[in-house]
């Protein structure tokens, strides 16, 4: 054996950074600053060094059981079939104005929401962004003032920028797009109203002339008589 390789291989430095080919591959943990203790150890939005508690989101999940979707969906499974196939007749019941009125608050919490810095960076602002376009659909359909729609925006002191104005873009735009679409319904519910109309007075004029006409027949076949 060769002595002096020996000892050469003896005495070689170990090398610390041995890679264990069959070990586990490293996860990258993303931990977010505490707002308390400051350090970078909040994961799953509890910090795991002082325990602090990471606040839910200020509107709840999208889709969850605050969002406008949700309170719609409960109305409607409250109400009657009858209810449901004359829906028009459920505007002055208490049902639907607490839904109205549920529904304002939901709106300004998303307004509130769409105001500050954080929806900027929020995955789920689009989804937020649909929910109120869909509410103001919803107040317009429901024949609520365009001055009430507006009155949370101007009650409010909002320094405007990009963010905002395109918010008061989309508003204005969704206003004047539902009530196009809600002045054609209605007209076209009037033109239905006046076809029926029509096809009435002509039903009523034909039983009109066929009851003079059989009274006309019963008179002259007595007096044949």
């Known amino acids: 054996m060769d002595l002096d390789f020996l000892e050469d ?5 170990k090398q610390e950074n041995f890679i264990d080919i069959h070990s586990e591959p490293e996860v990258n943990v993303h931990y977010e600053q505490c707002p308390k ?50 829906i028009s007749i459920l505007k002055d019941q208490g049902k639907y104005k607490s839904l109205i009125n ?15 810095d954080v ?4 995955s789920q602002r689009h989804i937020f962004l649909q929910e109120l376009t869909d509410i103001i659909i919803f107040f ?7 001055d009430e729609i507006w009155f949370p925006i101007n009650d409010k002191s909002v320094q405007e920028n990009d ?11 969704t206003i004047r797009e539902s009530k196009l679409k809600s002045n054609e319904s209605r007209f076209e519910f009037l033109m239905l109203d006046r076809r029926v109309s ?6 009523l004029t034909t039983m009109l002339v066929f009851a003079f006409s059989f009274a006309f027949i019963s008179i002259y076949n007595s007096q044949m008589i």
Do not use: W
């Open 9 to 13: 291989v003896q005495n070689a430095p």
């Open 37 to 86: 203790c400051q350090n970078f150890s909040i994961l799953d939005s509890t910090c795991e060094s002082c325990h602090y508690e990471k606040p839910a989101h200020l509107l709840g999940e999208p889709l969850g059981h605050r969002s406008f979707y949700t309170m719609r969906e409960k109305y409607l499974g409250s109400l009657s079939l009858f209810e449901k196939t004359n």
């Open 102 to 116: 549920r529904t304002k608050l939901r709106y300004n919490d998303l307004l509130d929401y769409f105001y500050s």
């Open 119 to 122: 929806s900027l960076d929020d």
């Open 140 to 146: 317009i359909d429901a024949g609520i003032d365009e």
């Open 163 to 173: 963010h905002t104005n395109s918010l008061f873009l989309l508003i204005k735009e």
């Open 198 to 203: 029509k096809l009435l007075i002509l039903f």
